[in-house]
C-alpha cells in the first residue's frame, strides 16, 4: 500500500517557522518526485516546492524562495519542508505529494496525496 503521512503543522504567530514532514509507506521516497503544495480558504491549490527523483535540491515557488526549503532522508523514508519567516499569506492546508514518473509535472501528475497538515500563521 502506498501511504504519505503529514505532520508538523500548526499555530505560529508571523516571523516563527514549523517544519513539516512527509512520510512515506510502501515505497521509497528516492524513487519518486516528491511536491509540497498548500491550499489557503477559499483558494487554488498551488504548488509550493518539488524535488525530482535522484536529487536533493528543489525547486520553488517565488512566493517561498529563501524562506521554505525541503531535505530528504533516506534512512527514515522522510521529506521534510522548513518554513522560516512565516506569513499569514503562508496559511492553508499543506500537502505532500508523489510522482512515478521521476518528474516535477505539477498536480495532475502526482500518483499518491497525503491527506494535509493545517497550518495556521496569526497574532
Known amino acids: 500500500q502506498l501511504h504519505l503521512v503529514e505532520t508538523g503543522g500548526g499555530l505560529v504567530r508571523p516571523g516563527g517557522s514549523l517544519r513539516l514532514s512527509c512520510e512515506a509507506s510502501?515505497?521509497?521516497?528516492?524513487?519518486?518526485?516528491v511536491g509540497w503544495f498548500r491550499q489557503g480558504l477559499g483558494k487554488e491549490r498551488e504548488g509550493v516546492s518539488c524535488?525530482?527523483?535522484?536529487?536533493?535540491?528543489?525547486d520553488y515557488a517565488a512566493s517561498v524562495m529563501g524562506r521554505f526549503s525541503s531535505s530528504r532522508d533516506n534512512a527514515k523514508n522522510t521529506v521534510y519542508l522548513q518554513m522560516n519567516s512565516l506569513q499569514p499569506e503562508d496559511t492553508g492546508v499543506y500537502y505532500c505529494?508523489?510522482?512515478?514518473?521521476?518528474?516535477?509535472?505539477?498536480?495532475?501528475?502526482?500518483?499518491?496525496w497525503g491527506k494535509g497538515t493545517l497550518v495556521t500563521v496569526s497574532s
Open positions: 510502501g515505497f521509497r521516497l528516492d524513487y519518486y518526485a
Open positions: 524535488m525530482r527523483s535522484g536529487s536533493y535540491s528543489a
Open positions: 505529494a508523489v510522482d512515478a514518473s521521476g518528474n516535477c509535472e505539477g498536480d495532475a501528475g502526482m500518483d499518491v
